[in-house]
């Protein structure tokens, strides 16, 4: 055996003397003395449950606030211009931000409020203004020509509102007549808390 041949044969033998203790022992060799992948084995048993954990923080609960109402004249009655129009018959009053007497709704929740109103006039021309604060924001004007008419207008609209903000209906008319109705009408409602 020449010398060529001997190491050849020692290097197999290493290999052979590699593979028995395990496969290969270079590091990061993952090609030589390794056979093809076996199957899958069986899904083993669930371990067991850990510990409870750590109690969380308190969350918080919003609770949305509401304010809305509605009202109707209720009676006939005859208005001084540029003062509030009372509103005697209230169907809603959520939160009791209206004072019906008075016909002044006042803010106390600040936010985005939708108004709507009705004026219905018989034999009167009449003028009504949205007013908040001292603005005013739209009206309506109900004109009568002649005798034996019944007319009715309505307006709305959407105000962003400060708490203690007063709306309000304001006749424009001197000693505006109304009349005994329920369709002269004033509503409110919070849409969005801010």
């Given at each position: 055996m020449d010398i060529k041949t001997g190491v050849e044969f020692l290097l197999l033998l290493l290999a052979v003397l590699r593979f028995q203790r395990g496969g290969c022992q270079r590091i990061g060799c993952n090609t030589c003395c390794r056979g093809p992948t076996g199957k899958v084995g069986a899904k083993g048993d669930p371990g067991d449950i850990?510990?409870?954990?750590?109690?969380g923080e308190n969350g918080s609960i919003h609770i949305h606030n509401i304010s809305a109402f509605s009202a109707v004249l209720g009676a006939s009655l005859t208005h001084n211009a540029g003062e509030a129009l009372p509103f005697i018959s209230i169907?809603?009053?959520?939160?009791?931000?209206?004072?019906?007497?008075?016909?002044?709704?006042?803010?106390?929740?600040?936010?985005?409020?939708?108004?709507?109103?009705?004026?219905?006039?018989?034999?009167?021309?009449?003028?009504?203004?949205?007013?908040?604060?001292?603005?005013?924001?739209?009206g309506v004007y109900v004109y009568i020509h002649g005798t034996d008419y019944f007319i009715a207008r309505s307006n709305s609209a959407v105000l962003q509102l400060a708490s203690g903000d007063k709306v309000w209906l304001k006749s424009t008319t001197p000693n505006g007549q109304f009349h005994n109705s329920d369709r002269t009408t004033f509503s409110g409602v919070i849409i969005h808390e801010m």
């Open positions: 850990g510990p409870r954990g750590e109690r169907h809603t009053n959520v939160g009791d931000d209206f004072d019906g007497p008075s016909g002044i709704f006042t803010c106390t929740i600040p936010g985005i409020y939708r108004f709507t109103y009705s004026i219905y006039a018989y034999d009167e021309t009449l003028e009504v203004f949205l007013m908040k604060n001292q603005d005013n924001i739209n």
